[in-house]
């Protein structure tokens, strides 16, 4: 079946590694169905190991592959910080909306925080797309294995959302479905990414940069504080370094 997987264009590639990553989420959301709780540390350090992944593949598989590719920093540079201030807006945005619907319901509060997760699986979809479209400049492990990060921290992301809305009320089936539906952009984004870089070669370089940067914004916003509130924290950095050391070694070893 892997060998098939290769034999795949790069945007079949990206568009299975994005119902993978899918699939996951709905895997993590579907515990709503079977348990009334779920152990937070496991969900924390998933998290951490998926931070530590992610930090690891945007160098190693995006922003080192875009310096092999051109010598202009402006472009690098350019492109990294735009991904992180697009992000950024993103945000600003939303919190702004979550703080105004707060006031309404605990319901509406997981509606938004649906809608948080929803979004920021958007630039996830788009780095899988672009890593495997620049897979000709680089080695396919490196993409695997950013698809295997993000996969791992989609887990705890669907259980996020299920488990909050099934408290508020919500029956099990619903809670499960809106958990799964948060990661349904991923497939799409990624096809979409895929093309852009297919179609566009010449901006290549940006384009990994950019989402190296939007990638680093995000784990640095959100899955790092995240594990970060458990209470063994040094344990939680452990398994962030664990994550980035397998990364690494995938990278250096095959």
């Avoid at 993103?90 to 509406?108: E, G, I, P, T």
């Avoid at 992301?157 to 919500?170: C, H, L, Y």
Wanted: net charge positive; hydrophobic share 55%.
């Amino acid at each position: 079946m892997f060998t098939r997987f290769l034999a795949l264009n790069p945007i079949e590639q990206a568009l299975i590694s994005g119902i993978f990553t899918f699939s996951i989420t709905t895997l993590g959301s579907a515990l709503v169905l079977f348990f009334k709780k779920i152990n937070k540390s496991l969900l924390d350090a998933m998290l951490a190991v998926s931070a530590g992944i992610m930090l690891a593949a945007s160098f190693f598989s995006l922003l080192n592959p875009a310096i092999e590719l051109t010598n202009s920093w402006i472009t690098i540079s350019l492109g990294f910080l735009l991904g992180g201030i697009s992000l950024l807006i993103c945000d600003f945005f939303l919190k702004k909306l979550c703080h105004n619907k707060k006031r309404v319901s605990d319901l509406k509060s997981s509606l938004m925080l649906f809608i948080s997760i929803t979004l920021h699986n958007i630039p996830e979809g788009l780095v899988i797309g672009v890593a495997y479209a620049s897979v000709t400049n680089h080695n396919l492990i490196g993409a695997l294995s950013l698809t295997l990060g993000i996969a791992i921290q989609n887990f705890p992301e669907g259980s996020a959302i299920s488990f909050p809305m099934r408290r508020d009320g919500v029956s099990r089936f619903k809670a499960f479905i809106f958990g799964s539906l948060s990661a349904i952009v991923e497939p799409i984004s990624a096809f979409i990414g895929a093309i852009l870089v297919l179609r566009i070669q010449s901006i290549l370089p940006f384009i990994m940069s950019f989402t190296a940067g939007a990638m680093i914004f995000v784990t640095v916003l959100e899955l790092i504080p995240e594990s970060q509130r458990n209470k063994k924290q040094g344990l939680m950095t452990l398994f962030l370094m664990l994550g980035f050391s397998l990364m690494m070694i995938l990278e250096i070893a095959l």
